[in-house]
């Protein structure tokens, strides 16, 4: 399997401008997480999914994050409009824990790298 | 949510074993411990877990205290390629209901 792949890795975008990052997590994993990361904020959970439902979005900033998961194999985190807060390096990961085992590896994606100028 | 605390740094040499602290005075009995690195530009990656006994592989050591409010990461012969963040993790979980908090980690630089 090639990983939690995320596109794009790096993204400069101007401010009030719409960005779309995206996630394919590791076949087979039932639960999907967006990270933000930032020198100031260190590594902050924004959303999880289970099964492709949302269970907990509490880590979204304001309304001008979004994130779905349409399938198992796809998930979005959108920002619109962006601002130049937002610069920050997105991480997406996944893990599974259909079989219960507490100790499966979170496997992590490179991260998006994002800049708001 | 339990919360993990770590040192924000340390020091130590090339080749010598490095100890890395983390409290979790707020862990639930059914929450793992899990430990993952970040190098520089990378998405952090699983370095070793356990619950509530000591747990070897081969990366590193992790001893659980007895009460399980604090555990230690253990690097047996830190080596330069061993800088990194070190975050310190619960896993809480429950049926659909998991959580991977991170906490602040520790920037573990090795001395040459």
């Known amino acids: 399997d090639a990983g939690v792949i995320q596109s794009p890795r790096h993204e400069v975008t101007e401010m009030g401008q719409e960005v779309t990052l995206r996630c394919k997590p590791i076949?087979?994993?039932?639960?999907l997480f967006w990270y933000r990361q930032t020198m100031m904020r260190g590594l902050e959970l924004l959303i999880y999914?289970?099964?492709?439902?949302?269970?907990?979005d509490s880590g979204m900033p304001e309304d001008r994050f979004s994130a779905k998961m349409p399938n198992a194999s796809f998930s979005t985190l959108k920002i619109q409009p962006s601002e130049p807060r937002d610069s920050a390096v997105y991480f997406c990961?996944?893990?599974?824990?259909?079989?219960?085992?507490?100790?499966?590896?979170?496997?992590f994606g490179e991260g998006s790298w994002l800049t708001v100028v | 949510d339990a919360k993990t605390t770590q040192p924000n740094s340390m020091e130590s040499n090339e080749e010598e074993p490095v100890h890395l602290p983390c409290n979790h005075s707020t862990i639930s009995g059914t929450d793992y411990i899990h430990w993952y690195r970040q190098l520089p530009s990378q998405g952090p990656e699983y370095v070793i877990h356990g619950l509530t006994s000591n747990v070897n592989n081969r990366m590193a050591s992790l001893a659980i205290a007895e009460d399980r409010k604090s555990s230690t990461l253990i690097l047996h012969r830190a080596t330069l390629r061993d800088a990194a963040v070190y975050y310190c993790?619960?896993?809480?979980?429950?049926?659909?209901?998991?959580?991977?908090?991170f906490g602040t980690g520790t920037r573990l630089t090795i001395i040459p």
């Open positions: 076949s087979g994993h039932d639960y």
């Open positions: 993790i619960l896993r809480e979980t429950g049926f659909g209901n998991e959580k991977l908090t």
């Open positions: 990961a996944s893990i599974t824990a259909t079989d219960r085992d507490y100790g499966n590896t979170i496997y």
């Open positions: 999914f289970n099964n492709n439902v949302p269970i907990d």
